[in-house]
């Protein structure tokens, strides 16, 4: 009785020794996630990063100060005057909720945080959420080997970092958490078929729904796996309840939130989930049809069944040709358009093609991005097909989508990363499984021949690998039961009991052994791409994505150099202007206005309408005077430029400035961008044309720059300025950064008029009414 039961209680004691040490292993991981993104703060300090996430820190304090109820009614008069922005309509409120839930969380147990280290400390916080959700979902797919090791390459994958980083206040810093494990619901729902995951997979798509637009991918990824299990003859219960509840729970959840409403039921982006869910209906009617008739009636009520199904579906069709046909883009927003076409932003919606992460990425980048799992991504998918379960299809169907994505917009490297890390979790885990079992088997079968043990060791020398596979086997022939593949389970159930003998078991294992020096040069070289892919992640954290953009360094022979000229300028905007003064510069920084100025600004990065920024990119790409008048016209007191030719600072507002005379001209014609280029090339040089030269964005940022160096010579774009020397005459000059980058002028007041010149005018227009001559309209400054 003993010696039965040992066996027995030996592998209960390596099972909850492994299950302690996993746990202990994914403690470390989410160590590892939150520790390697706090290079920011200690390399600068704790800071809010980039543009968007000023605008998230702006909202959560208000959440903190004024409550939910203010906050879902907040109407902010301080951006886009004169229009204002409904605030609690407009923004996806899963971050602010979330960082203030744990803001308010803290302040209950006597922690005394503040909101800006909340939100500053958010995005490392849930990376080590993300980095378990990702071994979650890896085990349901290859096993708990597999989810670690996902778990661990999601943890430093540069792709990541570069939006999670401490201070990276985003909405993606909650997303791809809720991404994820949204993901790994679906896939565990699928396993099992239990409702209560189910009912956990709405309730996190409705999370993402609030954190972030990105999720139409979710929406759109599982209908495709669920009709690629229909076509592949893979549909079973569980199939039914992992979809059915999520679209319907999932889709009145999503309407709850005020900036999606009912576009979740009225935009073509959800119309693939509503199909789908028509066709596994049909489907699952057919299944049970199936299992109450007789063949003969089964064959009637599937004409009968398939005769209304297609007047049905065609009705459904015409009527959503029908409103698809009223939208002029045919029911899908702008971005989406520009996924599924990329040249469609730069033909039609010059304001989504001008934002960087919106273009496409290059090579490197990818290699930048991921590193190694680009390589290990391929052996990944070919590890999923053996076999191929329907968690292993979701999988690929997952990594296939998301390549396509981050291929036309960088910013989806994002959605790329947790694949490409499973797929390369599975990858590393298959090969290390295998090289391990050849030593064992190696070392084993020399100590077989040594000591000349009994028939009872090579049971012992046998790796799990075999009982792994035919596990599987017998797995996938259970989730498929059906009358007529009974008798073909049954022959490979008893495939797999002959597989179990020893003397099976030990030929197989011979077949796929490797020797065992391969082996160890094997698991060496691993461990050496593991290495490399270890020093670039940490590389990428502390030096590509720990700078936040609003302090500057820059390292050269004399040391470093740190330029905080942003801040200055905010802080010079905030101690020496009204309150109520209005502030127009591009819309990149009109967030950063707003919420470290504290004063009103035209257009910010929320771009929601077009014609107000393209009024701005008139405004800057038209002469002074014009420019004046437009500006004046807003009410417009203060108008401020980024230039970057003293210090070699490239992303300032003169490299951008095509996208504003294209921004402006598209709504405007009277700015062409011809006029700006000479023989089709950008210049600001001696060459460059009188439109440009004259132009508000050049006067503004090169005025004075002469003195300087005595040449003007400008450091980013490697050439002397055209226009020297000239005066500004409906623009002051009141502050200018220490290192130039930030330039802040005023609008001079509207001349007097000159008692003498007004009679004089008006005796003249006197003389002149007799005549046929029409009086003379005011111009309009916008024309």
């Given at each position: 009785?003993?010696?039965?039961?040992?066996?027995?209680?030996?592998?209960?004691?390596?099972?909850?020794?492994?299950?302690?040490?996993?746990?202990?292993?994914?403690?470390?991981?989410?160590?590892?996630?939150?520790?390697i993104?706090?290079?920011?703060?200690?390399?600068?300090?704790?800071?809010?990063?980039?543009?968007?996430?000023?605008?998230?820190?702006?909202?959560?304090?208000?959440?903190?100060?004024?409550?939910?109820?203010?906050?879902?009614?907040?109407?902010?008069?301080?951006?886009?005057y004169?229009?204002?922005?409904?605030?609690?309509?407009?923004?996806?409120?899963?971050?602010?909720?979330?960082?203030?839930?744990m803001?308010?969380?803290?302040?209950?147990?006597?922690?005394?945080?503040?909101?800006?280290?909340?939100?500053?400390?958010?995005?490392?916080?849930?990376?080590?959420?993300?980095?378990?959700?990702?071994?979650?979902?890896?085990?349901?797919?290859?096993?708990?080997?597999?989810?670690?090791?996902a778990?661990?390459?999601?943890?430093?994958?540069?792709?990541?970092?570069?939006?999670?980083v401490?201070?990276?206040?985003?909405?993606?810093?909650?997303?791809?958490?809720?991404?994820?494990?949204?993901?790994?619901l679906?896939?565990?729902?699928?396993?099992?078929?239990?409702?209560?995951?189910a009912?956990?997979?709405?309730?996190?798509?409705?999370?993402?729904?609030c954190?972030?637009?990105?999720y139409?991918?979710?929406?759109?990824?599982?209908?495709?796996?669920?009709?690629l299990?229909?076509?592949?003859?893979?549909?079973?219960?569980?199939?039914?309840?992992?979809?059915?509840?999520?679209?319907?729970?999932?889709?009145?959840?999503?309407?709850?939130?005020?900036?999606?409403?009912?576009?979740?039921?009225?935009?073509?982006?959800?119309?693939?989930?509503?199909?789908?869910?028509?066709?596994?209906?049909?489907?699952?009617?057919?299944?049970y049809?199936?299992?109450?008739?007789?063949?003969?009636?089964?064959?009637?009520?599937?004409?009968?069944?398939?005769?209304?199904?297609?007047?049905?579906?065609?009705?459904?069709?015409?009527?959503?040709?029908?409103?698809?046909?009223?939208?002029?883009?045919?029911?899908?927003?702008?971005?989406?358009?520009?996924l599924?076409?990329?040249?469609?932003?730069?033909?039609?919606?010059?304001?989504?093609?001008?934002?960087s992460?919106?273009?496409?990425?290059?090579?490197?980048?990818?290699?930048?991005?991921?590193?190694?799992?680009?390589?290990?991504?391929?052996?990944?998918?070919?590890?999923?097909?053996?076999?191929?379960?329907?968690?292993?299809?979701?999988a690929?169907?997952?990594?296939?989508?998301?390549v396509?994505?981050?291929?036309?917009?960088?910013?989806?490297?994002?959605?790329?990363?947790?694949?490409?890390?499973?797929?390369?979790?599975?990858?590393?885990?298959?090969?290390?499984?295998?090289?391990?079992?050849?030593?064992k088997?190696?070392?084993?079968?020399?100590?077989?021949?040594?000591?000349?043990?009994?028939?009872?060791?090579?049971?012992?020398?046998?790796?799990?690998?075999?009982?792994?596979?035919?596990?599987?086997?017998?797995?996938?022939?259970?989730?498929?039961?059906?009358?007529?593949?009974?008798?073909?389970?049954?022959?490979?159930?008893?495939?797999?009991?002959?597989?179990?003998?020893?003397?099976?078991?030990?030929?197989?294992?011979?077949?796929?052994?490797?020797?065992?020096?391969?082996?160890?040069?094997?698991?060496?070289?691993?461990v050496?791409?593991?290495?490399?892919?270890?020093?670039h992640?940490?590389?990428?954290?502390?030096?590509?994505?720990?700078?936040?953009?609003?302090?500057?360094?820059?390292?050269?022979?004399?040391?470093?150099?740190?330029?905080?000229?942003?801040?200055?300028?905010?802080?010079?905007?905030?101690?020496?202007?009204?309150?109520?003064?209005?502030?127009?510069?591009?819309?990149?920084?009109?967030?950063?206005?707003?919420?470290?100025?504290?004063?009103?600004?035209?257009?910010?990065?929320?771009?929601?309408?077009?014609?107000?920024?393209?009024?701005?990119?008139?405004?800057?790409?038209?002469?002074?005077?014009?420019?004046?008048?437009?500006?004046?016209?807003?009410?417009?007191?203060?108008?401020?430029?980024?230039?970057?030719?003293?210090?070699?600072?490239?992303?300032?507002?003169?490299?951008?400035?095509?996208?504003?005379?294209?921004?402006?001209?598209?709504?405007?014609?009277?700015?062409?961008?011809?006029?700006?280029?000479?023989?089709?090339?950008?210049?600001?040089?001696?060459?460059?044309?009188?439109?440009?030269?004259?132009?508000?964005?050049?006067?503004?940022?090169?005025?004075?720059?002469?003195?300087?160096?005595?040449?003007?010579?400008?450091r980013?774009?490697?050439?002397?300025?055209?226009?020297?020397?000239f005066?500004?005459?409906?623009?002051?000059?009141?502050?200018?950064?220490?290192?130039?980058?930030?330039?802040?002028?005023?609008?001079k007041?509207?001349?007097?008029?000159?008692?003498?010149?007004?009679?004089?005018?008006?005796?003249k227009?006197?003389?002149?009414?007799?005549?046929?001559?029409?009086?003379?309209?005011?111009?309009n400054?916008?024309?």
């Amino acid at each position: 009785m003993v010696a039965t039961d040992s066996p027995a209680a030996g592998g209960s004691l390596r099972y909850a020794f492994g299950g302690v040490l996993s746990f202990f292993i994914l403690v470390l991981i989410g160590v590892l996630a939150f520790s390697i993104r706090l290079f920011s703060v200690i390399k600068y300090e704790s800071v809010i990063h980039e543009f968007d996430p000023y605008f998230n820190y702006r909202v959560t304090q208000f959440l903190t100060k004024k409550g939910i109820y203010d906050f879902w009614n907040w109407f902010d008069d301080r951006t886009w005057y004169p229009l204002g922005r409904v605030i609690g309509g407009t923004v996806y409120p899963g971050l602010t909720l979330t960082a203030g839930t744990m803001w308010w969380l803290a302040n209950s147990l006597n922690i005394p945080l503040s909101v800006e280290t909340v939100c500053v400390f958010t995005a490392p916080v849930f990376s080590a959420f993300a980095s378990w959700a990702a071994y979650l979902l890896t085990k349901e797919v290859k096993g708990p080997g597999a989810g670690l090791t996902a778990a661990a390459l999601l943890a430093m994958v540069p792709s990541y970092i570069s939006r999670s980083v401490a201070g990276s206040y985003d909405n993606e810093a909650v997303a791809i958490f809720a991404l994820v494990n949204t993901f790994y619901l679906y896939v565990k729902t699928l396993n099992t078929g239990s409702l209560f995951y189910a009912t956990l997979n709405a309730i996190s798509y409705f999370y993402m729904v609030c954190s972030w637009g990105g999720y139409t991918f979710i929406i759109n990824l599982i209908p495709m796996h669920v009709l690629l299990c229909i076509v592949t003859g893979r549909y079973s219960s569980r199939l039914y309840i992992a979809y059915a509840p999520l679209v319907v729970l999932g889709t009145l959840l999503a309407v709850l939130v005020p900036v999606v409403g009912f576009n979740a039921v009225m935009t073509s982006e959800h119309f693939a989930s509503f199909l789908v869910f028509i066709i596994l209906h049909v489907v699952a009617l057919v299944h049970y049809i199936k299992g109450i008739l007789s063949p003969r009636m089964f064959k009637v009520a599937v004409t009968l069944v398939l005769s209304v199904g297609i007047i049905l579906c065609f009705a459904a069709v015409a009527i959503l040709i029908a409103v698809v046909a009223a939208s002029p883009t045919k029911g899908w927003s702008g971005r989406s358009l520009s996924l599924l076409d990329p040249t469609y932003a730069s033909k039609y919606i010059p304001i989504i093609a001008s934002v960087s992460e919106h273009q496409p990425p290059t090579w490197p980048s990818y290699f930048m991005d991921i590193n190694v799992l680009a390589f290990l991504v391929p052996a990944g998918i070919i590890a999923c097909f053996l076999p191929l379960s329907d968690a292993s299809s979701f999988a690929v169907l997952y990594i296939v989508t998301s390549v396509y994505f981050s291929g036309v917009m960088v910013r989806l490297m994002l959605v790329l990363a947790p694949a490409a890390c499973i797929m390369s979790g599975i990858a590393l885990s298959e090969a290390f499984g295998a090289l391990t079992g050849s030593i064992k088997f190696h070392l084993l079968a020399s100590s077989d021949s040594q000591g000349n043990a009994g028939d009872a060791t090579p049971v012992s020398v046998l790796p799990e690998n075999g009982k792994a596979k035919t596990d599987k086997v017998e797995e996938t022939t259970k989730e498929r039961p059906s009358k007529k593949n009974r008798k073909k389970e049954k022959d490979v159930v008893e495939k797999a009991s002959v597989s179990h003998r020893p003397e099976n078991q030990r030929a197989e294992k011979k077949l796929w052994a490797l020797p065992i020096e391969a082996s160890v040069l094997g698991i060496l070289l691993l461990v050496l791409l593991g290495a490399f892919y270890v020093i670039h992640c940490v590389w990428a954290a502390a030096e590509a994505y720990s700078a936040p953009s609003i302090v500057l360094t820059s390292r050269t022979h004399d040391g470093l150099h740190v330029f905080d000229d942003f801040r200055e300028a905010y802080a010079w905007l905030s101690h020496n202007t009204e309150v109520d003064d209005k502030v127009a510069s591009w819309w990149d920084y009109g967030y950063q206005t707003t919420a470290m100025a504290n004063r009103t600004v035209i257009v910010d990065n929320n771009t929601w309408n077009n014609t107000h920024i393209a009024t701005v990119g008139t405004a800057m790409s038209s002469p002074e005077k014009a420019a004046w008048e437009i500006f004046n016209s807003l009410d417009v007191k203060y108008v401020f430029v980024i230039f970057g030719g003293l210090v070699g600072y490239p992303s300032d507002d003169i490299n951008k400035f095509l996208w504003m005379v294209r921004i402006g001209g598209g709504v405007f014609p009277h700015i062409k961008e011809p006029d700006y280029l000479r023989d089709g090339n950008y210049r600001i040089d001696s060459m460059a044309t009188p439109t440009m030269l004259n132009s508000l964005m050049y006067k503004l940022s090169y005025y004075r720059f002469v003195e300087t160096d005595g040449k003007g010579f400008d450091r980013v774009r490697q050439t002397e300025i055209g226009k020297k020397y000239f005066k500004l005459t409906h623009f002051e000059e009141v502050f200018t950064t220490h290192h130039w980058m930030v330039r802040i002028y005023k609008l001079k007041p509207p001349r007097n008029r000159i008692r003498g010149k007004a009679k004089k005018t008006k005796s003249k227009a006197t003389t002149s009414s007799g005549s046929n001559t029409s009086p003379k309209t005011k111009k309009n400054p916008w024309q």
